[in-house]
């Protein structure tokens, strides 16, 4: 009698289903480095205070901390991908995507990189924006603004 073993008759189909095995748990684990790795390099940019809080009553001179993820701050000069400075709008929510921001009284520019200001406010309700912008002053827009509401007493 003959004796049989099942995967000796067939080598080659062992060594096929190994080979499909091993290269599917290869490009599975390739596919889920890619999916993080394109999660990391999407990293959410956005501008966002600190303080004081939206909603807060402050007294005057009113303390603002600037916040920032996703990019870096470096004072005005040379435009450079994802890096620009903090600007302050009064009474306003943003500044137009690719619109240089003039320095006025409702347009308050710290393009020496600052992130904290003291500002002297009469008292009143204010809208207050931060509003980024690169090394030229024109504005990242709306997605890279973020206004609160406070009142000043």
């Excluded at 993820?69 to 000069?77: Q, R, V």
């Excluded at 200001?117 to 603004?145: C, N, R, T, W």
Aim: aromatic share 10%; hydrophobic share 35%.
């Amino acid at each position: 009698m003959m004796s049989y073993s099942r995967f000796s008759s067939k080598p080659h189909v062992l060594l096929l289903t190994l080979f499909i095995i091993l290269f599917s748990c290869t490009n599975s684990q390739k596919s889920k480095e890619e999916g993080l790795k394109s999660t990391s390099d999407e990293q959410t940019k956005r501008v966002f205070f600190k303080f004081p809080r939206d909603g807060a009553t402050v007294a005057s001179p009113v303390y603002i901390d600037m916040g920032l993820e996703g990019m870096m701050i470096e004072p005005a000069g040379p435009v450079r991908e994802g890096y620009g400075h903090h600007h302050i709008l009064i009474n306003q929510t943003h500044w137009p995507k690719g619109s240089v921001i003039p320095t006025s009284d409702s347009t308050l520019h710290y393009g020496k990189g600052q992130t904290e200001v003291s500002l002297d406010l009469e008292p009143g309700d204010y809208v207050i924006s931060l509003q980024f912008a690169d090394g030229v002053h024109s504005s990242f827009g709306k997605e890279m603004s973020s206004s609160i509401n406070i009142t000043v007493e």
